[in-house]
Protein backbone atom coordinates (compact mmCIF):
# COMPACT_ATOMS: atom_id res chain seq x y z
CA UNK A 1 0.00 0.00 0.00
CA UNK A 2 2.38 2.21 0.68
CA UNK A 3 4.67 1.67 -2.92
CA UNK A 4 1.51 2.96 -4.69
CA UNK A 5 0.88 5.82 -2.32
CA UNK A 6 4.16 7.20 -3.01
CA UNK A 7 4.37 6.42 -6.75
CA UNK A 8 0.64 8.09 -6.98
CA UNK A 9 2.26 10.95 -5.15
CA UNK A 10 4.86 11.30 -8.11
CA UNK A 11 1.90 11.89 -10.61
CA UNK A 12 0.00 14.31 -7.96
CA UNK A 13 3.17 16.32 -8.16
CA UNK A 14 3.01 17.09 -11.53
CA UNK A 15 -0.70 18.36 -10.96
CA UNK A 16 0.01 21.84 -9.57
CA UNK A 17 -1.02 23.81 -6.29
CA UNK A 18 -4.01 25.21 -7.42
CA UNK A 19 -7.44 25.16 -5.08
CA UNK A 20 -9.28 23.80 -8.70
CA UNK A 21 -12.23 22.07 -7.50
CA UNK A 22 -10.69 19.61 -10.04
CA UNK A 23 -8.06 18.23 -8.47
CA UNK A 24 -8.89 14.94 -6.14
CA UNK A 25 -10.10 15.82 -2.33
CA UNK A 26 -6.79 15.02 -0.99
CA UNK A 27 -4.50 17.91 -3.26
CA UNK A 28 -7.52 20.34 -2.54
CA UNK A 29 -6.64 19.63 1.42
CA UNK A 30 -3.26 20.32 1.35
CA UNK A 31 -3.76 23.67 -0.44
CA UNK A 32 -6.17 24.27 2.16
CA UNK A 33 -3.23 23.67 4.53
CA UNK A 34 -0.79 25.71 3.04
CA UNK A 35 -3.52 28.40 2.61
CA UNK A 36 -4.46 28.47 6.01
CA UNK A 37 -0.40 28.43 7.42
CA UNK A 38 1.38 29.48 4.50
CA UNK A 39 4.08 27.09 2.51
CA UNK A 40 7.50 26.25 4.13
CA UNK A 41 8.87 24.32 1.84
CA UNK A 42 10.68 21.19 3.78
CA UNK A 43 8.04 20.75 6.38
CA UNK A 44 4.70 19.18 6.80
CA UNK A 45 1.27 20.67 5.39
CA UNK A 46 0.38 19.78 8.83
CA UNK A 47 1.72 18.75 12.17
CA UNK A 48 4.69 20.57 10.86
CA UNK A 49 6.58 21.19 14.08
CA UNK A 50 7.71 17.82 16.05
CA UNK A 51 10.61 15.59 17.57
CA UNK A 52 11.85 12.44 17.00
CA UNK A 53 12.66 9.32 19.13
CA UNK A 54 13.28 6.05 19.25
CA UNK A 55 12.36 3.04 21.73
CA UNK A 56 10.92 -0.41 21.88
CA UNK A 57 7.23 -1.57 22.10
CA UNK A 58 6.68 -5.60 23.75
CA UNK A 59 3.45 -6.49 23.27
CA UNK A 60 1.04 -8.19 26.66
CA UNK A 61 -0.08 -10.89 27.18
CA UNK A 62 -3.58 -11.57 25.25
CA UNK A 63 -2.76 -9.00 22.93
CA UNK A 64 -2.45 -11.94 20.11
CA UNK A 65 -5.44 -13.86 20.63
CA UNK A 66 -6.86 -10.56 19.26
CA UNK A 67 -4.85 -9.95 16.55
CA UNK A 68 -2.36 -12.24 14.65
CA UNK A 69 -0.34 -9.08 13.70
CA UNK A 70 3.47 -9.48 14.24
CA UNK A 71 3.27 -6.76 16.38
CA UNK A 72 2.06 -8.56 19.02
CA UNK A 73 4.05 -11.81 18.62
CA UNK A 74 5.32 -10.68 22.61
CA UNK A 75 8.54 -9.64 20.53
CA UNK A 76 10.44 -6.36 21.45
CA UNK A 77 10.24 -3.77 18.39
CA UNK A 78 12.31 -1.62 17.69
CA UNK A 79 9.98 1.65 17.35
CA UNK A 80 10.34 5.14 15.70
CA UNK A 81 8.35 7.91 17.42
CA UNK A 82 7.38 11.42 16.37
CA UNK A 83 5.30 14.22 18.48
CA UNK A 84 4.01 16.89 17.31
CA UNK A 85 2.17 20.02 17.55
CA UNK A 86 -1.00 20.94 15.09
CA UNK A 87 -0.73 23.08 12.06
CA UNK A 88 1.63 23.57 9.11
CA UNK A 89 3.98 26.36 10.96
CA UNK A 90 7.21 24.73 11.52
CA UNK A 91 8.28 27.42 13.99
CA UNK A 92 4.62 27.45 16.26
CA UNK A 93 5.59 28.78 19.95
CA UNK A 94 4.48 24.89 21.70
CA UNK A 95 2.04 26.74 24.25
CA UNK A 96 0.36 27.97 21.62
CA UNK A 97 -3.72 27.18 21.23
CA UNK A 98 -3.26 26.07 17.71
CA UNK A 99 -0.51 24.02 18.46
CA UNK A 100 -3.61 21.95 19.93
CA UNK A 101 -4.02 19.00 19.46
CA UNK A 102 -0.56 17.41 19.97
CA UNK A 103 0.08 14.45 17.85
CA UNK A 104 1.98 11.24 18.21
CA UNK A 105 2.95 8.84 15.51
CA UNK A 106 4.79 5.78 15.81
CA UNK A 107 6.09 3.44 13.10
CA UNK A 108 7.15 -0.05 14.65
CA UNK A 109 9.93 -1.83 12.52
CA UNK A 110 9.14 -5.56 11.84
CA UNK A 111 11.47 -8.65 11.72
CA UNK A 112 10.89 -9.43 7.83
CA UNK A 113 11.80 -5.57 7.49
CA UNK A 114 8.60 -4.02 6.96
CA UNK A 115 6.75 -1.25 8.96
CA UNK A 116 3.24 -0.75 10.04
CA UNK A 117 2.21 2.65 11.38
CA UNK A 118 -0.02 4.36 14.25
CA UNK A 119 -0.96 7.87 13.82
CA UNK A 120 -2.60 9.49 17.09
CA UNK A 121 -4.19 12.62 18.27
CA UNK A 122 -4.66 14.14 21.77
CA UNK A 123 -8.51 14.73 20.73
CA UNK A 124 -10.97 12.46 22.35
CA UNK A 125 -13.21 12.47 18.90
CA UNK A 126 -12.85 13.82 15.32
CA UNK A 127 -14.23 17.32 14.26
CA UNK A 128 -15.20 16.24 11.32
CA UNK A 129 -16.17 12.57 9.28
CA UNK A 130 -14.96 13.14 5.55
CA UNK A 131 -12.37 15.01 3.54
CA UNK A 132 -14.73 17.26 2.02
CA UNK A 133 -15.61 18.26 5.24
CA UNK A 134 -11.99 18.70 6.57
CA UNK A 135 -10.91 20.68 3.39
CA UNK A 136 -14.23 22.98 3.70
CA UNK A 137 -13.20 23.92 7.79
CA UNK A 138 -10.03 24.60 6.59
CA UNK A 139 -11.11 26.80 3.99
CA UNK A 140 -14.11 28.38 6.50
CA UNK A 141 -10.67 29.19 8.93
CA UNK A 142 -9.22 30.76 5.93
CA UNK A 143 -12.35 32.65 5.03
CA UNK A 144 -12.62 33.95 8.77
CA UNK A 145 -9.81 36.93 9.94
CA UNK A 146 -10.79 38.97 12.70
CA UNK A 147 -11.94 41.89 10.33
CA UNK A 148 -14.76 38.81 9.18
CA UNK A 149 -18.46 40.32 9.17
CA UNK A 150 -20.79 37.74 11.50
CA UNK A 151 -22.05 35.14 11.15
CA UNK A 152 -18.17 34.49 9.78
CA UNK A 153 -17.42 31.34 7.45
CA UNK A 154 -16.37 29.43 10.48
CA UNK A 155 -19.45 30.36 12.85
CA UNK A 156 -21.30 28.80 9.80
CA UNK A 157 -19.45 25.85 9.76
CA UNK A 158 -19.61 24.89 13.25
CA UNK A 159 -23.44 25.18 13.27
CA UNK A 160 -23.99 23.43 10.46
CA UNK A 161 -21.26 20.51 11.99
CA UNK A 162 -22.25 20.29 15.62
CA UNK A 163 -19.10 17.84 16.54
CA UNK A 164 -17.06 20.07 15.33
CA UNK A 165 -16.72 22.90 18.11
CA UNK A 166 -16.70 20.56 20.66
CA UNK A 167 -14.29 17.88 19.22
CA UNK A 168 -11.83 20.99 19.01
CA UNK A 169 -12.18 21.70 22.65
CA UNK A 170 -11.31 18.07 23.85
CA UNK A 171 -7.16 18.96 23.12
CA UNK A 172 -5.94 20.98 25.89
CA UNK A 173 -2.60 22.03 26.36
CA UNK A 174 0.31 20.15 28.43
CA UNK A 175 3.15 19.91 30.39
CA UNK A 176 5.15 17.37 28.63
CA UNK A 177 4.56 15.02 24.93
CA UNK A 178 5.15 12.54 28.04
CA UNK A 179 1.81 13.17 29.86
CA UNK A 180 -1.07 13.14 27.42
CA UNK A 181 -3.45 10.75 25.93
CA UNK A 182 -3.28 10.10 22.25
CA UNK A 183 -6.26 8.45 20.35
CA UNK A 184 -6.94 6.91 17.19
CA UNK A 185 -10.20 8.39 17.04
CA UNK A 186 -10.37 6.08 13.14
CA UNK A 187 -11.73 2.38 13.72
CA UNK A 188 -9.60 -0.27 12.60
CA UNK A 189 -10.21 -4.04 12.58
CA UNK A 190 -7.92 -6.63 14.45
CA UNK A 191 -8.19 -10.35 12.66
CA UNK A 192 -7.32 -12.97 15.03
CA UNK A 193 -6.05 -16.75 14.10
CA UNK A 194 -9.37 -18.21 13.35
CA UNK A 195 -10.24 -15.23 10.89
CA UNK A 196 -12.12 -13.93 13.51
CA UNK A 197 -13.17 -9.73 13.26
CA UNK A 198 -13.13 -7.24 16.05
CA UNK A 199 -13.46 -3.55 15.21
CA UNK A 200 -10.85 -1.23 17.78
CA UNK A 201 -10.19 2.21 18.43
CA UNK A 202 -6.62 3.04 20.31
CA UNK A 203 -5.34 4.68 22.92
CA UNK A 204 -1.83 5.68 24.23
CA UNK A 205 -1.74 6.25 27.56
CA UNK A 206 1.14 8.01 29.45
CA UNK A 207 1.98 7.00 33.01
CA UNK A 208 -0.12 9.98 33.75
CA UNK A 209 -1.84 12.43 32.44
CA UNK A 210 -1.09 16.49 33.67
CA UNK A 211 -3.01 19.38 31.44
CA UNK A 212 -2.01 23.07 32.31
CA UNK A 213 -4.02 26.20 31.69
CA UNK A 214 -3.85 27.91 28.34
CA UNK A 215 -2.46 31.04 30.37
CA UNK A 216 0.31 28.84 31.85
CA UNK A 217 1.24 27.30 28.41
CA UNK A 218 1.15 30.62 26.71
CA UNK A 219 4.14 31.59 29.10
CA UNK A 220 5.79 28.62 28.12
CA UNK A 221 9.74 29.16 26.37
CA UNK A 222 8.56 28.06 22.79
CA UNK A 223 10.26 24.83 22.48
CA UNK A 224 9.44 23.90 25.77
CA UNK A 225 7.51 20.43 24.51
CA UNK A 226 10.59 19.63 22.37
CA UNK A 227 13.21 20.59 25.48
CA UNK A 228 11.22 18.63 28.01
CA UNK A 229 11.33 15.55 25.71
CA UNK A 230 14.93 15.13 25.70
CA UNK A 231 15.33 16.87 29.31
CA UNK A 232 13.04 13.50 30.42
CA UNK A 233 15.24 10.94 28.21
CA UNK A 234 18.18 12.11 29.64
CA UNK A 235 16.86 10.97 33.19
CA UNK A 236 15.26 7.60 31.78
CA UNK A 237 12.28 6.02 29.62
CA UNK A 238 9.38 7.43 29.21
CA UNK A 239 6.68 4.85 28.74
CA UNK A 240 3.39 4.76 27.45
CA UNK A 241 0.63 1.79 27.25
CA UNK A 242 -1.13 0.47 24.04
CA UNK A 243 -4.89 -0.14 24.30
CA UNK A 244 -7.79 -0.83 22.64
CA UNK A 245 -11.54 -0.23 22.83
CA UNK A 246 -13.61 -2.78 21.81
CA UNK A 247 -16.25 -2.07 19.76
CA UNK A 248 -19.49 -3.84 20.49
CA UNK A 249 -21.19 -5.41 17.33
CA UNK A 250 -23.40 -3.01 16.85
CA UNK A 251 -20.99 -0.33 17.14
CA UNK A 252 -20.54 2.11 13.70
CA UNK A 253 -16.95 2.41 12.62
CA UNK A 254 -17.26 4.80 9.75
CA UNK A 255 -17.59 8.25 11.67
CA UNK A 256 -14.49 9.17 14.27
CA UNK A 257 -16.59 12.38 15.05
CA UNK A 258 -18.81 9.62 17.29
CA UNK A 259 -16.72 7.98 20.35
CA UNK A 260 -18.24 4.75 21.29
CA UNK A 261 -20.06 4.45 24.46
CA UNK A 262 -17.31 5.14 27.77
CA UNK A 263 -18.46 1.32 29.14
CA UNK A 264 -16.72 -0.57 26.15
CA UNK A 265 -14.07 -3.13 27.01
CA UNK A 266 -10.46 -1.66 26.91
CA UNK A 267 -7.79 -3.80 26.71
CA UNK A 268 -4.17 -3.79 27.28
CA UNK A 269 -1.89 -4.17 23.99
CA UNK A 270 1.60 -3.13 25.00
CA UNK A 271 4.24 -1.27 26.20
CA UNK A 272 5.99 1.49 24.57
CA UNK A 273 9.24 2.67 26.09
CA UNK A 274 11.19 5.55 24.57
CA UNK A 275 14.09 5.68 25.27
CA UNK A 276 16.25 8.52 23.63
CA UNK A 277 15.68 11.50 21.08
CA UNK A 278 16.85 11.10 17.55
CA UNK A 279 20.27 13.20 17.63
CA UNK A 280 19.18 14.32 14.21
CA UNK A 281 15.52 14.55 14.51
CA UNK A 282 14.96 17.60 12.43
CA UNK A 283 16.55 15.38 9.45
CA UNK A 284 15.08 12.29 10.25
CA UNK A 285 11.38 14.11 10.57
CA UNK A 286 12.11 15.12 6.97
CA UNK A 287 12.38 11.40 5.39
CA UNK A 288 10.00 9.98 7.76
CA UNK A 289 6.08 9.35 6.08
CA UNK A 290 3.72 7.85 8.70
CA UNK A 291 0.52 6.24 7.25
CA UNK A 292 -2.69 5.90 9.62
CA UNK A 293 -2.89 2.91 6.49
CA UNK A 294 0.24 1.47 6.26
CA UNK A 295 -1.25 -1.90 8.07
CA UNK A 296 0.44 -5.29 9.05
CA UNK A 297 -1.57 -8.67 8.13
CA UNK A 298 -3.78 -8.85 11.28
CA UNK A 299 -4.98 -5.00 10.85
CA UNK A 300 -7.26 -3.91 8.71
CA UNK A 301 -8.99 -0.68 7.78
CA UNK A 302 -12.26 -0.41 8.60
CA UNK A 303 -15.30 1.54 6.50
CA UNK A 304 -14.31 4.77 7.93
CA UNK A 305 -13.47 7.00 4.68
CA UNK A 306 -11.08 9.04 6.46
CA UNK A 307 -8.35 6.29 6.48
CA UNK A 308 -7.64 6.80 2.93
CA UNK A 309 -8.08 10.41 2.64
CA UNK A 310 -5.79 10.62 5.45
CA UNK A 311 -3.55 8.20 3.28
CA UNK A 312 -4.07 9.98 0.27
CA UNK A 313 -3.62 13.97 2.01
CA UNK A 314 -0.13 12.49 3.72
CA UNK A 315 1.87 11.04 0.65
CA UNK A 316 1.02 14.79 -1.14
CA UNK A 317 2.00 16.74 1.34
CA UNK A 318 5.40 14.40 1.70
CA UNK A 319 5.91 14.72 -2.20
CA UNK A 320 5.34 18.53 -1.63
CA UNK A 321 7.98 18.39 1.58
CA UNK A 322 10.33 16.45 -0.17
CA UNK A 323 10.58 17.88 -2.96
C1 LIG B 1 -9.42 14.15 6.81
C2 LIG B 1 -8.69 14.01 7.92
C3 LIG B 1 -7.24 14.40 8.01
C4 LIG B 1 -6.43 14.99 7.09
C5 LIG B 1 -6.78 15.45 5.69
C6 LIG B 1 -5.11 15.11 7.68
C7 LIG B 1 -4.02 15.67 7.05
C8 LIG B 1 -2.71 15.61 7.49
C9 LIG B 1 -1.54 15.97 6.72
C10 LIG B 1 -1.55 16.50 5.30
C11 LIG B 1 -0.44 15.73 7.49
C12 LIG B 1 1.02 15.92 7.11
C13 LIG B 1 1.56 14.55 6.67
C14 LIG B 1 3.02 14.53 6.25
O1 LIG B 1 3.52 15.45 5.59
O2 LIG B 1 3.69 13.51 6.57
C15 LIG B 1 -0.93 15.23 8.75
C16 LIG B 1 -0.13 14.87 9.80
C17 LIG B 1 -0.60 14.31 10.95
N1 LIG B 1 -1.91 13.99 11.26
FE1 LIG B 1 -3.52 14.26 10.11
N2 LIG B 1 -5.14 14.59 8.95
C18 LIG B 1 -6.42 14.14 9.18
C19 LIG B 1 -6.87 13.51 10.30
C20 LIG B 1 -6.10 13.12 11.34
C21 LIG B 1 -6.53 12.28 12.43
C22 LIG B 1 -7.92 11.66 12.56
C23 LIG B 1 -5.44 12.10 13.23
C24 LIG B 1 -5.29 11.28 14.47
C25 LIG B 1 -6.21 10.52 14.99
C26 LIG B 1 -4.33 12.85 12.65
C27 LIG B 1 -3.05 12.94 13.18
C28 LIG B 1 -1.95 13.45 12.51
C29 LIG B 1 -0.61 13.42 13.07
C30 LIG B 1 -0.18 12.91 14.44
C31 LIG B 1 0.23 13.94 12.08
C32 LIG B 1 1.75 14.08 12.14
C33 LIG B 1 2.34 12.77 11.63
C34 LIG B 1 3.85 12.78 11.66
O3 LIG B 1 4.40 12.97 12.77
O4 LIG B 1 4.48 12.60 10.61
N3 LIG B 1 -4.76 13.43 11.50
N4 LIG B 1 -2.30 15.17 8.73
Redesign the pocket.
Known amino acids: MQKALVASAALILGMGFSLADDQPVTVQ ?2 DA ?1 NKVYGVHPGF ?4 AK ?1 IVAEGTFQAAPGASDLSIAAIFDGSTIPVTV ?1 F ?1 DSGGVPNIPDGSKIALPH ?3 IKYHLKDGSETDM ?3 SLKF ?1 PIAT ?1 ED ?1 RDLLLAIAASPPSAPHPTQLELFFKSHPAALPALATALPIDSFADEQY ?4 AFVFVDKSGKKQAVRYIMAPEKIVHIGADEAAKEPPDYLLNDLAARLSKGPVVFHLKAQLADPGDQTKD ?1 TEPWAADRKVVELGMLTITKVDPDSLNAQKK ?3 LPGALTSGIEESDDP ?1 ID ?2 DG ?2 VV ?2 GR ?1 SQ
Open positions: IVLRANHGRSGMAVLVFGFNGLDPLLFLVRAYSYR
